[in-house]
């Protein structure tokens, strides 16, 4: 029993062996005619239905032996009706290869085309570009004279006749910024600190509008105002921030010949409020026929490098490193003297994008150091710590200032009247801090970039 036993272990294990045998040499057969049909070409299509979309990880593991692939499996031939986008420029376009889909109608073919998202770039994000075209800037600057569109060439004599003395002269001349759009500044303007008296006159400073769509018939609305009120300057360039050098330039020229034995000029935004009898009465005693230029003066400021902000300049347009002393665009007050130097030197500075520091690069041409006087506030009004509830329109805090910025149109209408009403009393207030506006270096980390537009009625006191 035993020996049968034996015998049937050993024919299961003969067995067991000759089973394993025969399925290694199948495997083996399967994995040469697997070897012949990949050598024989008829894997071709399994390439191209891989490689037909890769995906941007799936590429960056082929590397380049994957693109070396790609191309030598794709075929020579491609139908003419097939459009072909031109290659890319940054680097060659890694050609796809063809499928059942192209085989479609044409139609069909390039609304898939357009549908297809580009791969992005893997190098450094491009860098934001500026919203104000300075390379243009630069190509047209030296053009620089335009034509006066609306003139005011009576503006200046009083009395029909400037010949009568020298007390006839004209004392004030008072010149505002504005644009063709902003008519309710200009009135309330012309009814509040602007009214023209005795020995003051004023003028609105325009350009033409870059969107002229925006307000129709503006070269009418500004004629009839013109005739209304013989008030309006207009120019025939196009009414921009970065063109407020021209409307400096060409300001000072006309006073150069329209009003040139005028005594003192304010001139400032249509945006704030000024107390002309303070500005009167800083003025006694001055003389117009020397060097006189006051106002809110900013010192040490660096140019703007940020590309977001308003007052960006790069450094192919000004490599200094810090402005030149100039006074805020708010509001300032020059000699008749004074100006007529400016129209000169203005004229030999090359023209700067952002008028303020423009007319500062004016002014040290010539040698003037403009002074800087507590009563203009163009950047806004230090609340006294000693009041920190202290009402925004308390008329007692005005009374004492010059130049105020910035203000809207019901503002500067209420502050008018709340400083010209009879009942005022302004016992025992406290006045606005004496300190004088000054770049503070450092206000960014050690960069100083702080916009210079920043204005409010209040800033924190220092």
């Known amino acids: 029993m035993r020996m049968v036993m034996m015998r049937r272990r050993r024919c299961y294990l003969k067995g067991d062996v000759l089973c394993t045998i025969l399925l ?12 012949v049909l990949l050598s024989s070409g008829w894997d071709k299509p399994a390439w191209k239905l891989e ?5 941007s990880s799936s590429r960056s593991l082929l590397g380049t032996n994957g693109a070396r692939v790609a191309q030598e499996s794709r075929p020579n031939t491609v139908r003419p009706s097939e459009p072909q986008l ?5 680097k060659p376009k890694r050609p796809q290869p063809k499928s059942k889909a192209q085989s479609k109608p044409k139609g069909r073919s390039q609304s898939r085309q357009k549908s297809i998202t580009p791969t992005k770039m893997t190098g450094a994000p491009l860098p934001t570009m500026p919203l104000f075209d300075f390379v243009g800037y630069l190509r047209d600057k030296d053009n620089r004279n335009f034509q006066l569109l609306i003139d005011q060439p009576q503006k200046c004599q009083l009395g029909g006749s400037q010949q009568a003395g020298e007390s006839h002269q004209l004392y004030m001349l008072i010149a505002v910024k504005s644009v063709a759009a902003d008519f309710d500044k200009r009135q309330v303007v012309r009814r509040t600190w602007g009214k023209e008296g005795r020995s003051i006159r004023t003028v609105f400073l325009l350009g033409v509008p870059k969107n002229r769509t925006a307000l129709p018939l503006w070269d009418q609305l500004l004629t009839y105002e013109s005739q209304t009120f013989e008030d309006i300057l207009l120019w025939d360039f196009e009414d921009t921030f970065f063109n407020l050098t021209l409307k400096e330039t060409h300001f000072l020229e006309w006073v150069n010949h329209t009003c040139p034995h005028v005594k003192f000029i304010f001139k400032g935004d249509a945006d704030v409020y000024v107390n002309v009898e303070n500005i009167l009465e800083m003025l006694q005693g001055e003389k117009s026929d020397n060097d006189l230029f006051i106002g809110d003066i900013i010192v040490n400021a660096k140019p703007i490098r940020r590309r977001t902000s ?3 300049v790069p ?11 100039y006074a805020g665009g708010g ?4 000699s008749g003297y004074t100006a007529r130097r400016l129209s000169a030197s203005c004229q030999q500075v090359e023209l700067f994008p952002i008028d303020d520091v423009f007319l500062g690069m004016c002014l040290q041409l010539i040698g003037i150091k403009p002074s800087r006087h507590h009563g203009f506030r163009t950047f806004g009004i230090p609340r006294p710590s000693a009041a920190p509830h202290l009402q925004t329109f308390d008329p007692c ?3 004492d200032l010059m130049v105020v910025h910035s203000l809207t149109v019901p503002q500067i209408w209420l502050m008018w009247n709340l400083l010209h009403d009879p009942k005022l009393s302004c016992h025992n207030r406290t006045r606005p801090t004496s300190g004088s506006f000054k770049w503070r270096m450092g206000d960014s980390e050690g960069e100083g970039e702080t916009d210079y537009d920043e204005k409010q009625v209040f800033v924190t006191h220092d």
Do not use: D, N, W
Request: net charge positive; aromatic share 24%.
């Open 310 to 312: 308003k007052y960006y």
């Open 315 to 325: 450094e192919f347009v000004y490599g200094s490193a810090l402005y030149p002393s």
């Open 397 to 399: 805090f005005y009374r």
């Open 51 to 55: 490689i037909l979309r890769p995906t």
């Open 24 to 35: 290694l040499v199948l495997f083996s057969v399967l994995l040469y005619l697997r070897q």
């Open 86 to 90: 031109p290659p890319c420029e940054h």
């Open 331 to 334: 509001g300032f007050v020059m």
